[in-house]
């Protein structure tokens, strides 16, 4: 089992808000692994946050706020998962969107969604028939 730990950025000038949360894994078992993945979350924090200044810097007086957030959906028997939500509030719009660190730790691998299924089966169609049952029932 790996520890999780929060570490953060966190600015604010008079046109942005930035917080910024994400993971660092931690282990005792150090495989490279561990540093891929934290080295991959941090550019993609980093990414974020540099996107979000670009089109600041194009847009003269308009506040902009971004924040991350992470959640440790599991972490058991070596595999972990790790969806974290990029949120950017820009004036009166809210736009986010979730990415999901998925790895197995002990094969020192990312899993896929393909990896979760047999070979034979036809996961996009699972997905596709949840999906549109839960819109189905939501439109109820």
């Known amino acids: 089992m ?18 910024l949360n994400y993971p660092i894994i931690k282990s005792d078992n150090k495989k490279n692994i561990i540093n891929n993945i934290n080295h991959r979350i941090y550019e993609d924090i980093i ?12 847009k003269n007086n308009c506040l902009s706020c971004i924040s991350t957030d992470y959640y440790i959906t ?10 974290i939500e990029f949120s950017q509030l820009d004036g009166l ?11 197995d730790i002990n ?26 049952n839960k819109i189905i029932y939501k439109l109820k």
Do not use: H, R, W
């Open 74 to 83: 599991y972490n058991n028997n070596g595999i972990i998962s790790i969806p």
């Open 107 to 132: 094969l020192e691998k990312e899993i896929n969604i393909k990896d979760i299924f047999n070979s034979e089966t036809d996961y996009m169609e699972i997905i596709t028939k949840k999906i549109d």
């Open 47 to 58: 990414a974020f946050k540099s996107a979000i200044e670009d089109i600041a810097y194009c």
């Open 93 to 103: 719009y809210n736009i986010s969107y979730i990415n999901s660190y998925n790895y």
């Open 2 to 19: 790996v520890s999780i730990q929060t570490s953060s950025i966190e600015k604010k000038d008079k046109l942005s808000v930035y917080n």
